[in-house]
């Protein structure tokens, strides 16, 4: 009788996640999949439920996707999976001596398990100028809405960064009509993670459509009084703007964790179940950083498909399954009529063979290492992308003729 008491009254587990974004949202998701009984709370600090934030910088920017489409969920979804959701609530600190988490407010909310899914915030510069009215980021909704006013009465746009977010921005405005300019430090568009010919390649179809793409061109500031006028480069010469985006990539938001005492280097780090070093704590999605055994090396990825799957590995860990989270990572990026994806992770690789024309706006770059297929970026060629992310995963080592020879089938490969 006793012992059924205690059974009774023993308290339910609460999985607490702070950042209701792509990778919170799948977390509860799998929780729930997984058929975890305790309290699932997801706290976030933006005013709306878990949203796509790919859309933001295309088909949502560009007027296509109305904002009905960047739900990730229903809202009916959310009672049925007795998941809570927080909107508009930020976390401002960890007591895990307490195991609580502090609201902005000053609400204690306790947990069992705390999963981190705080992502990032966009960078912005550290420039004269860089906060004048006018300027904008883009990570947030909030920031896609500002931009999209202010594109419609805009002439001219300036875009200081040429990474996909830059780039995609480009080609919505080229389609809404403004003219643009994009001014990038690098000596080449998307140099963090495309390969050189992929890269100047887009510069071609960019400049094609009419941007106004700078290479090796580094800014050294915003002008404007009130007001953004203009963006003036480090060589003295002067463009002007009725707006400016800054897309110069994301700082992963570790603020809170740092103050935890919890190891961070350029993101959370954490295991290969998405565990910090504080076992009832995990981090998942853009602000972790973990070591990814397929590549041997420690990444940070921004990317929808990572958020999901460490997501899922963090939940399978809490209810128990401790698999090694050893994804292949993929990414797309639209622009224009360009459907770009790319698979795997390009660097270090030692051989690229290049399958079909890029004249033809229809080809995929395979990367190899030691004869081993490590990454492919695939323009307008969902065969070549999908088969290359089998290989990759098998560690497959094709043939690089064949691979060249577009009369042989890429399902060949899979076999
Ligand atoms: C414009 C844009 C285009 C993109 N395009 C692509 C694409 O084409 N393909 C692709 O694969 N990926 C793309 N991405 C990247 C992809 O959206 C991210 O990788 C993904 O959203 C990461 O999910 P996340 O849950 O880790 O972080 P997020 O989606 O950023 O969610 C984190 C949430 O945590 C909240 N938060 C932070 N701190 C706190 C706190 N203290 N308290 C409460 N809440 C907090 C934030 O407000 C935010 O809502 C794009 C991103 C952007 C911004």
Redesign the pocket.
Known sequence: MQALAARQFKPVPHTLI?????????AAAELRKRGYEGDVTL????PVP?Y???????AYLSGETPLERLWLKPAAWYDKAEVTVKTG????AIDRAAGEVI??DGDRLGFDHLIL??????RRLDLPGADLPGVHV???LAE?NALSAALESAKRLVIIGAG??GL??AASARKRGLEVAVLEAADRPMARTASPLLSGWFGAVHRGYGVDLRVSTPVAGVTGEAKADGVALADGEMISADLVLVAAG?CA?T??AEAAGLACDDGILVDAQARTEDERIFA?????RFHLPRYGRSVR???????IEQ?KAAAAAICGVEAVYDPVP?????QYELKLQIAGLIEGADQMVRRGDPEEGKFALFHLLNGRLIACEAVNSAPEYMAAQRMIAAGSAPDPERLRDQSVAMRDFLS
């Open positions: 702070i950042g209701a974004g792509q990778a919170g949202l799948s706290l976030g600090a933006e878990p796509q934030r790919p859309p933001l910088s295309k609530v930020r976390a401002s609201t902005q899914a705080t992502g990032g915030e966009a883009l990570r947030n896609a996909y977010i995609e921005v994301l938001s603020h809170l998942i999605g853009d602000v972790a990825l921004e990317s929808v498909h990572n958020a997501g993929w990414f797309w990026s639209d």
